[in-house]
Structure formats: structure tokens, C-alpha cells
């Protein structure tokens, strides 16, 4: 089974700067898609950025872009330019691309960002 | 205006009493999905619909019973087997292999 880990439970960062949050996971797939879901204070879940497996190039929306390291398993996110919308819950995740596994996301333990004005 | 809506916000649940929980999209995806979320943890997988009139159970899905009769709709009902109910519930829904989960506002379950 996999599992994802997210190793800082708070990041605290100054509105502006950037801060980065750390994903590892293990699978022994080696095809697969990787998450990163923003949670606010309302509690729902936005989709933050997505990355595919098999593309080296790491993904980028707008202010926010991950480091993939395949063979390392990790998946880092970056926030640039933070501002004070930023602030939620961050939860990596992790999906198979094999269809018998159902598209199930299994999901980090979280990171709490605080932005400081 | 597309989107997966959930009902209730609350909902309160006495000892012994089954409670369902409605989940509807109109996005038209194929496959339907029920997580749980206990305080400061990720989500965990409760039950799984990849098609009408089939679905999987998940990580944790004792306790839990789904129907999945309609392509929009995916209600979960919490037994009264499920002795520790307390938790915010989030339904999502996705087009299929490799398309992104998009979730609902979920709902807060508590116990009276």
C-alpha cells in the first residue's frame, strides 16, 4: 500500500516570501499522479497544483510550483509571493494510474501554513 | 452552475440512529468517492464508485453503507455500527483514471 508523508505539521511564512512544504511517499508504481490540495478555514478541499509521474517537468500554477524527484519520491511544493489567501491546511496526495486501483487519493497528515502580514 | 453539493452542513446523530448523508454532482463523472477526516489529519477513503449500481469499499469502511443507483447522486449512510462517527465528511467526484478528484463543502457529523 502506498503512503504519503508530509514531515511539518506548521510553516509559518511572512506575506511576500516563500516557503516551501515537503511531501515524501512510497510506491513501488511506477506510474502515478501527485496532488497538492489546499483546505481553508471553510474546510473545502481546492486543488492546488497536479503533477503526472511520467513528465520530468515539474508543474507550475501561476505562484505556486513543485519539485518532483522521482527517484527520491519526493514532492515538494513551493508558494511564492505569498499573500494572506494562502493560509490553510496543505495536503499532498497520491494516485495510482492503474485503474484497477480505483482512482483512490491517499493523502498526507497535512501542513498548516500561517502567513504573517 | 456545476459542482458537487452536499447536505447537510450539520448533522446530529443520537446513539444507535442511522444517519444518511447526501452527495449530488452535476458534473457528469463517472466515479464518486466518500472520505473522512478526523481534527488535524488527511483524509481517509470510506467507500468508492467507479460506475452506476457498483462501488468498493475503502480504507475504512466498516460501519458505512453507500448506494450508487444514480450517476449524480452517492449517499452515505453511517450505521450505528460505527461507534465513532465524529468527523467532517467530504464527497468528491472524478471523470475517471488520471482526472482530477473534485470534492464537495462536506459535512459535519456530530454525536448527541
Known amino acids: 500500500a502506498q503512503t504519503v508523508t508530509q514531515s511539518q505539521p506548521e510553516m509559518s511564512v511572512q506575506e511576500a516570501e516563500t516557503v516551501t512544504l515537503s511531501c515524501t511517499y512510497d510506491t513501488s508504481e511506477s506510474d502515478y499522479y501527485l496532488f497538492w490540495y489546499k483546505q481553508p478555514p471553510s474546510r473545502q478541499m481546492i486543488l492546488v497544483i497536479r503533477?503526472?509521474?511520467?513528465?520530468?517537468q515539474n508543474a507550475t500554477e501561476n505562484r505556486f510550483s513543485v519539485n518532483f524527484q522521482k527517484a527520491a519520491k519526493s514532492f515538494s511544493l513551493k508558494i511564492s509571493d505569498s499573500q494572506l489567501g494562502d493560509a490553510a491546511m496543505y495536503f499532498c496526495?497520491?494516485?495510482?494510474?492503474?485503474?484497477?486501483?480505483?482512482?483512490?487519493?491517499?493523502f498526507g497528515g497535512g501542513t498548516r501554513v500561517l502567513v504573517k502580514p | 452552475d456545476g459542482g458537487i453539493t452536499q447536505s447537510p452542513k450539520y448533522l446530529f446523530r443520537k446513539e444507535g440512529q442511522n444517519v444518511t448523508l447526501s452527495c449530488e454532482q452535476n458534473l457528469n463523472h463517472d466515479a464518486m468517492y466518500w472520505y473522512r477526516q478526523d481534527p488535524g489529519q488527511g483524509l481517509r477513503l470510506i467507500y468508492y464508485?467507479?460506475?452506476?449500481?457498483?462501488?468498493q469499499k475503502g480504507d475504512i469502511a466498516e460501519g458505512y453503507s453507500v448506494s450508487r443507483e444514480k450517476k449524480e447522486s452517492f449517499p452515505l449512510t453511517v450505521t450505528s455500527a460505527q461507534k465513532n462517527p465524529t468527523a467532517f465528511y467530504l464527497c468528491a467526484a472524478g471523470a475517471g483514471v488520471g482526472e482530477t478528484q473534485y470534492f464537495g463543502p462536506g459535512t459535519r457529523l456530530l454525536v448527541l
Open positions: 503533477q503526472e509521474a511520467y513528465k520530468q
Open positions: 464508485s467507479q460506475i452506476v449500481n457498483d462501488f
Open positions: 496526495a497520491y494516485r495510482s494510474a492503474f485503474v484497477a486501483a480505483g482512482n483512490k487519493l491517499t
